[in-house]
Every structure is written in C-alpha cells, then in structure tokens.
C-alpha cells in the first residue's frame, strides 16, 4: 500500500478523521463540515505515530537531506516534530501562534540561530494560514525555510494559492481524495456520501446553506 493510501487507512481506523455529513461538524470559522480530522489522536497509537514519523523522516532524508533544524507547528505538530526531529537526530524547535505576552517574548521556542535551514513539520493543512504564520516567524529569526511536511491536506485552492505566494513547498502524506476513497472501500461512507464529500470541498464556506 502506498504512503497516502496507508495513512489514510490509519487515520480513518483510529477516529482521527470522522465523517458525517447528516450531522456535519462546526469549525472555528464557522463553516459546517462533514469532516473532522484530530491528527493529534495519532500520538496515542505508536505504530501509527511511528510509522508518521517514519514516513516524514523519509520525506526529508531525501528532499532536504543537509537540513539544520526541524520546526514544529505548535500545538498540533510539536510532538510530530520532535519525535522526526529524534529520528534524524537534528535540533527540534516548535512554534507559537503569538509571540508570548511575558518572560523573553518568544514565538520560536528553542535554540536557533540566524542563517540556519528549517523543516517545518505540520500535522494538519486548511486554508495554510497558520501554518505559513510559522513560517513568517523563523524567516523574521533569521532562517531560511526550506520546505514544509504535514500529515493531511484538505487540499483547497485557497491553500495552494497561500503557500505559493509564500514560496514555500509543501509535501503531503495524504489528502482529501484519497481519504475519501479509502473511506469508501472500507465502507465507511456510501457512494452517495462521496459525492456530498466532493461537493463539500468545492464549496467548504456555503456547504450545507
């Protein structure tokens, strides 16, 4: 089984995504979704954490192999990072949303310095905002990032359009596509149930209206 097929098969048998479009789920921004997905849910299974970590390490042994630091996104992707971090045996540094309002003000916790390549490690892709949030804030220390991996991607244009702007590549482990078709031939959702998902993603903001 492929990387993306894998993953989402794990995702989908451990509850980290859930499906339902008859009692669709509330995002913070409003928008009603028939998919919710909890990558941190991941960290409490250790062959699936492991086999993330696995496949992340991987992904950056051979794209980025001369790479200094690995960068979680905080909260979701610290443990993610740190743990590829580990397996590479590379400096782990995560990220806040918000620089702290006390002590030394941080938003980059860690040891870092100016001119130093970063990974950034993502467990989840929206619209990449908070994300690409991150990655102002190591450029804004001096760094220079080389790239971003994440778990799952929703795939929506807004997305594309944001890291493309940014200039930063993203690599995925899975998407929407292929979670959805692995949902259908576990038989987690029905044909029907694929088309509403598909539409859904078309129009994520006036779905259900």
Request: charged share 25%.
């Amino acid at each position: 089984m492929k990387t993306a097929e894998k993953t989402a098969e794990s995702l989908l048998n451990i509850q980290a995504v859930k499906l339902n479009k008859n009692e669709p789920f509330t995002w913070a921004s409003g928008w009603k979704s028939p998919i919710y997905c909890d990558n941190r849910k991941t960290l409490s299974y250790p062959e699936v954490r492991t086999y993330i970590r696995d496949e992340f390490a991987a992904v950056i042994e051979k794209l980025y192999p001369n790479v200094d630091v690995i960068a979680g996104v905080a909260t979701g992707a610290i443990a993610n990072g740190a743990l590829v971090a580990d397996k590479l045996n590379k400096p782990f540094v995560y990220v806040r949303p918000d620089k702290k309002s006390h002590g030394m003000k941080n938003q980059v916790e860690g040891a870092i310095k100016e001119g130093q390549t970063v990974v950034v490690v993502e467990d989840l892709i929206s619209t990449g905002g908070s994300s690409l949030k991150a990655v102002d804030a190591l450029r804004d220390a001096g760094c220079k990032v080389v790239g971003m991996v994440a778990i799952f991607s929703y795939g929506f244009a807004v997305a594309e359009d944001n890291f493309k702007a940014s200039k930063v590549d993203l690599t995925i482990l899975t998407d929407y596509n292929t979670m959805i078709n692995q949902a259908k031939e576990a038989g987690f959702v029905s044909s029907d149930d694929v088309k509403s998902l598909k539409e859904w993603r078309l129009s994520p903001s006036t779905w259900g209206k």
